[in-house]
Nanobody, 127 residues
Framework: QVQVVESGGGLVQAGGSLRLSCIAS????????LGWFRQAPGKQREGVSC????????YYADSVKGRFTISRDNAKNTLYLQMNSLKPEDTAMYYC????????????????????WGQGTQVTVSS
């Protein structure tokens, strides 16, 4: 049984940092491209950052470029998202997702390519 579990969310002041983690079990981790998505109340789900199976390919949404860093440790079946210089508009539920082999687009519309999803971890940035 595949399980995807996020952690690391919380409440932080603007300008602060958080590190999200996602552990996936029950699958061959390095067969999967991975991504972080987020959804704020009343807004559509958006792709934040995605990473290829080897980690050599990384995508960032324009809104987080230069502030967020995605990485993965295939030996630990773990995906990370380091979030720096957080802004109130980063407030959302953050989800980890896994796509077998590769993903088409790291975006809300591309989310259908992702096979497995976690339950999410809440990130709240106060101004």
């Amino acid at each position: 049984q595949v399980q995807v579990v996020e952690s690391g969310g919380g409440l932080v002041q603007a300008g602060g940092s958080l590190r999200l983690s996602c552990i996936a079990s029950g699958l061959t981790f390095d067969d999967y491209a991975l991504g972080w998505f987020r959804q704020a109340p009343g807004k559509q789900r958006e792709g934040v950052s995605c990473i290829s199976r080897s980690g050599s390919g990384r995508y960032y949404a324009d809104s987080v470029k230069g502030r967020f860093t995605i990485s993965r440790d295939n030996a630990k079946n773990t995906l990370y998202l380091q979030m720096n210089s957080l802004k109130p508009e980063d407030t959302a539920m953050y989800y980890c997702a896994a796509a077998l082999w590769s993903y088409g687009a790291c975006s809300g519309s591309g989310a259908t390519a992702f096979n497995y999803w976690g339950q999410g971890t809440q990130v709240t940035v106060s101004s």
